[in-house]
């Protein structure tokens, strides 16, 4: 019985002292890509990241075509998103990289109050993504490049220092 009760003592000092060690958070030190696959979660990050080009949206800015992003968050804390400093990038499908904009109110004012309220309000990038959410935005590439069947999108978000590199089923 003694022993019994010694290792249950044992047992009990060392769940308490493993509680007590540090978890590291999501920042990391360095690039760090994770590579998915649109519309699945990404593991252990719990993110769905999907991505869809509709040329019909083509015609609503001058000079821009138009990405819409759905991002999904099943992870157990917020994603927080930084309009002004996260990346993103598409690579089409003959494997030029163009670099999109997330934030086109912050880039082009002008341009972005042209455009109706409802439509900005659906456009807008959003500061985060709560728990159990999605938030659907768009992203502007500028030009006239071909965003049909594109292979990849890639987004680094500044907060946890990681890059996402979802591959579409294109």
Not at 75 to 89: A, E, F
Not at 114 to 142: A, C, H, N, W
Request: charge should be positive; hydrophobic fraction near 35%.
């Amino acid at each position: 019985m003694n022993r019994k009760h010694s290792l249950r003592s044992l047992l009990f000092c060392c769940l308490i002292l493993a509680s007590c060690v540090p978890v590291p958070t999501r920042k990391t030190k360095g690039p760090t890509t994770i590579v998915g696959q649109t519309g699945m979660m990404i593991s252990p990050y719990g993110m769905t990241l999907g991505a869809e080009y509709a040329s019909e949206l083509d015609h609503l800015v001058e000079g821009y075509k138009i990405i819409t992003i759905s991002l999904t968050n099943n992870s157990m804390d917020q994603i927080h998103l930084d309009p002004s400093k996260d990346k993103w990038v598409i690579e089409t499908n003959s494997g030029k990289r163009l670099k999109a904009t997330n934030s086109f109110g912050l880039k082009n004012h002008k341009g972005w109050s042209e455009l109706p309220l409802k439509t900005r309000e659906l456009m807008e990038y959003p500061l985060f993504v709560p728990i159990g959410y999605s938030q659907t935005f768009d992203l502007f590439i500028k030009g006239k490049a071909d965003l049909k069947r594109f292979r990849s999108i890639s987004y680094t978000n500044v907060e946890s220092g990681l890059t996402f590199q979802v591959l579409t089923a294109n």
